[in-house]
Every structure is written in structure tokens, then in C-alpha cells.
């Protein structure tokens, strides 16, 4: 009997990889997105592999037994819980710095525009004076720490390095506050576990340089946001960037996102950074590599391993 699998929402294939994923077994694409994390259930039923985007999987995943799960995007520790994934027979694999090109891009954009100001002057309809009344401040020479050094964050220093600026990171077992005591920019790429649990926290913050912006792109789990605030409020940070991972991708409606929005000197994205034509391209394509992989018993990208 040929392997039955799911493909549970539209996935945005290419023809090449839709015959990569015919050739694994028996599949079935749903060309709409589920009306409810109920439907994305009842899609799953029967099938032995699911091939998923978040919705639905991040509400509905614990109700699932014995199947193998693929998705085509990275943050699966927000949400999935090893000890439930165990209990219930649950491989659930992701794909790993499918969008490393455009987190990239998305904390380069911030970088400029928080630093150059150029958010004050596309697009204006008057006359700009020289020098500027905003203070347009460039990259060459400035001291950035990037915490985290994974697919991201090497990315993110290589393009730093391009602009002469000064790169250092801050990894796991480092002291994190001499790492980013002289830092004129952190930009926060931490991976959700364990350790990075409340690193973020109000010591952290009351131990950047005066001035500093703070660029972000990871869960609250890790930031405290109130504390983060607080550092913008009495002047220690001097912007804030952020794409709100906790939200639902897109939902402008989230209370974290609108608590940042409606704040002064924060720049911020509703769960929006990682999307990119490549990084759809990418992530696709890892996860039919994690599906054939666990096909031939040789397993890959397995959260939790």
C-alpha cells in the first residue's frame, strides 16, 4: 500500500516540486486554506505524513497520534512541545534556515531606516535641509553584536561586514553583558529554549550602551517586552525593531503587536520577516528532502533531536 500523504493548505509548489512529493505515495492537496484549526484536524485524518503550514498545527498538533509531520518554515519551538510530540508518536521536522534571506533583509532594511532615518524622507513632499533635522546616522565603523550565530545571524553578520561595520556575536556559555556593553546595535536572533528563556530580561537591557538600538526577531519568551519598553521610555535605547513571532503571520489584530504600534520609536512587523518568494522556494523544497529522508529511514531536521 502506498504511503498516504496530506498536504494540508496551498503550499504555492512548483511543478517540480509537486512531482517530487507525487513520487513519495498517494497525495492529496487541499487548494484552499482551512476555515478552522477543527478543519485542519479533520484534513489530517488517515493520512501517515502531513505536510503543513502553522495554522491549524500549532492549535491542533497534541490532538494528532502516530504520524509523521513536514513543514516548510523553522519556528516549531514556539509552539510544539517534545514531551507531547513523544507521547503521541509525533516526528515533527522542519526546515532550518529556509528563511535566512529574508529575516536578513528584513533586519538590514530596519538597520537603515532606524539608523539613517529614511523612513522621514521617502516620498516627502517638502523641502529637506542640510544638515538634516533628524540626524542621519551610517553604518561604516559602528559596533553591532548579534545574538546568535545560526543560518541568520552569520548571514546578518556578512552583510554587516559588507557596510565596514564591526561584528561580534554573543553565543550560548558567553557573557552576555560584555558582549554587548559597547554595542551601537544588538540585533537578536536567539533560537527558543531553554536557555534563552528570559534571557532577555531587565538586567540585559539596563546593560546596553546609552544610545543603542535593538533589533528583534524572536518570541516574547526570550524578550521581556516591558522591560524593553521601559529602556526606549527613560532613553537607554534609542529605537526598537521588532517582527512580532508570537502573533499569528499577518494579524495586525495581535495585542503585542499593537501594544509596539502604537508606541514611539518602534518599528514593527506583525510575524512577517520570513517571508520571501525564496524563502517559500526553500522551505518547500526542505520539506519534501525531510519527507524523503524519513522515507528511507534516515531522518532529518527533527525538532527536539
Known amino acids: 500500500m502506498k504511503t498516504k500523504i496530506v498536504v494540508t493548505n496551498p ?15 498517494d497525495v492529496t492537496f487541499y487548494d484552499t486554506h482551512p476555515a478552522s484549526p477543527d478543519e485542519w484536524l479533520k484534513r489530517c485524518q488517515g493520512f501517515d505524513i502531513i505536510c503543513s503550514w502553522m495554522f491549524g498545527l500549532r492549535d ?33 521536522c522542519n526546515s532550518p534556515g529556509c528563511n535566512r534571506h529574508a529575516v536578513s533583509e528584513w533586519i538590514i532594511y530596519m538597520m537603515l531606516t532606524t539608523m539613517r532615518r529614511l523612513d522621514k524622507y521617502v516620498n516627502t513632499d517638502k523641502n529637506v535641509a542640510i544638515p538634516l533635522a533628524t540626524p542621519s546616522i551610517g553604518l561604516t565603523g559602528k559596533r553591532i553584536t548579534i545574538l546568535g550565530k545560526g543560518n541568520v545571524g552569520k548571514r546578518v553578520g556578512a552583510i554587516c561586514k559588507a557596510f565596514e561595520m564591526q561584528v561580534t556575536y554573543f553565543t550560548r556559555g558567553g557573557n552576555l553583558t560584555k558582549a554587548v556593553k559597547d554595542a551601537d546595535i544588538v540585533v537578536d536572533v536567539l ?27 524572536t518570541v516574547d519568551s526570550i ?20 517582527d512580532v513571532m508570537n502573533a499569528k503571520v499577518g494579524d495586525a489584530s495581535d495585542a503585542l503587536y499593537k501594544k509596539l504600534h502604537n508606541h514611539p520609536n518602534v518599528f514593527v512587523t506583525p510575524h512577517i520577516a520570513g517571508f520571501s518568494d525564496i ?15 524519513w522515507l528511507e529511514n ?3 531536521n527533527v525538532f527536539g533531536h
Open 11 to 25: 503550499m504555492s509548489f512548483s511543478v517540480q516540486q509537486q512531482l517530487r512529493l507525487e513520487r513519495l505515495g
Open 60 to 92: 491542533k498538533y497534541s490532538e494528532l497520534k502516530d504520524v509523521y509531520v513536514s513543514v516548510p518554515f523553522v519556528g516549531v519551538g514556539s509552539f510544539a512541545d517534545p514531551a507531547v510530540l513523544k507521547a503521541n508518536n509525533i516526528t515533527l
Open 191 to 217: 533560537s527558543s529554549n531553554p536557555s534563552s528563556k528570559g534571557l532577555l530580561n531587565k538586567d540585559f537591557f539596563n546593560s546596553l550602551k546609552k544610545g543603542a538600538g535593538f533589533i528583534s526577531v
Open 223 to 242: 524578550v521581556d517586552m516591558d522591560a524593553m519598553l521601559s529602556s526606549l521610555d527613560r532613553g537607554q535605547l534609542a529605537f526598537i525593531a521588532h
Open 279 to 293: 524563502t517559500t522556494r526553500l522551505g518547500n523544497d526542505m520539506m519534501i528532502d525531510n519527507v524523503e529522508a
Open 298 to 300: 534516515k531522518p532529518i
